[in-house]
């Protein structure tokens, strides 16, 4: 009896381990709520009953409450719309500040450099038209200034290339092409435009086919010249006119130096 008399009278030993496990939920608590006990009061009660030390061990703190603890800006009590503001926030895409148009949109298109682009076009076109009005404009002027007689008829040369313009590429060429081959051909202008005139008259017609060329006029081609090139512009009729007629004189003179030369008539020698 006296044993049991004696265990009873003398508290048990707190833990010192659990002691410091106490401390540090307490200090927790004091942090997170103004209204705490002093850290002496808290101390002491613990020290006193082992069993309000053995309820604080239970409550010990989490690894969360203690990374709180340790963090300087975490020691700020944050509050509860706060907390639900950042829990509900949805991120967001940086092209959400554009407005939406349509599923079409494109927001990263800069539509200034579009239509930057799109005038500078526009100008190099206009510029090059007028560059190509101005050129025909010069050679209208030099075809007109060739001078022919009225009535004298075509040579040879001459002859051979208007029929092959006329039966090969088209019966009516616009006037640019007809200016073009008075000044290959050295032949007036008006003398080469009255020449298609009068060849059609006389009802030689044929298959063609009406095209816009690369430089923008409405002609009425032949099929074969259709079916042999499909883009037909002033230089590329310019460079055939030509390729021709330096044939046509080289078979001239090629003729020439076969025949040899031309023996006296029978009225120069008697």
């Known amino acids: 009896m006296t044993s049991?008399?004696?265990?009873?009278?003398?508290?048990?030993?707190?833990?010192?381990?659990?002691?410091?496990?106490?401390?540090?939920?307490?200090?927790?608590e004091r942090?997170?709520?103004?209204?705490?006990?002093s850290p002496s009061s808290e101390i002491s009660a613990g020290s006193s009953s082992p069993s309000s030390?053995?309820?604080?061990?239970?409550?010990?703190?989490?690894?969360?409450?203690?990374?709180?603890?340790?963090?300087?800006?975490?020691?700020?009590?944050?509050?509860?719309d706060y907390t639900r503001e950042t829990r509900h926030r949805t991120l967001r895409h940086p092209t959400a500040r554009y407005p939406s148009s349509g599923s079409t949109a494109v927001p990263f298109i800069n539509q200034s450099k579009v239509s930057r682009r799109t005038r500078k076009t526009t100008d190099s076109h206009l510029q090059g038209r007028?560059?190509?009005k101005k050129k025909r404009q010069e050679l209208l002027d030099k075809a007109v200034k060739i001078k022919s007689l009225d009535n004298s008829p075509v040579n040879e040369r001459q002859l051979l290339v208007?029929?092959?313009?006329?039966?090969?590429?088209?019966?009516?060429?616009?006037?640019?092409?007809m200016v073009l081959l008075a000044i290959v051909i050295n032949r007036a202008y008006k003398q080469v435009k009255n020449w298609f005139s009068n060849e059609r008259q006389k009802g030689k017609a044929g298959d063609s086919i009406s095209i816009e060329t690369a430089d923008g006029d409405k002609v009425r081609i032949r099929t074969t010249a259709?079916?042999?090139c499909q883009?037909?512009?002033?230089?590329?009729?310019e460079e055939v006119v030509m390729i021709h007629n330096y044939r046509i004189q080289r078979n001239s003179r090629f003729r020439a130096l076969l025949r040899g030369p031309e023996e006296p008539s029978a009225a120069h020698t008697s």
């Open 4 to 28: 049991i008399a004696h265990t009873s009278t003398h508290p048990k030993q707190v833990d010192p381990l659990r002691l410091l496990a106490v401390v540090s939920c307490d200090y927790h």
């Open 31 to 37: 942090i997170r709520s103004p209204h705490v006990m």
């Open 53 to 80: 030390s053995v309820r604080s061990v239970s409550s010990a703190p989490t690894s969360t409450d203690m990374n709180d603890v340790a963090s300087p800006h975490n020691s700020r009590t944050k509050s509860p």
């Open 130 to 132: 007028m560059q190509m």
């Open 162 to 177: 208007l029929r092959m313009v006329y039966d090969e590429i088209t019966m009516y060429p616009c006037e640019s092409w």
């Open 226 to 228: 259709h079916t042999l």
């Open 231 to 237: 883009e037909w512009s002033d230089s590329f009729l």
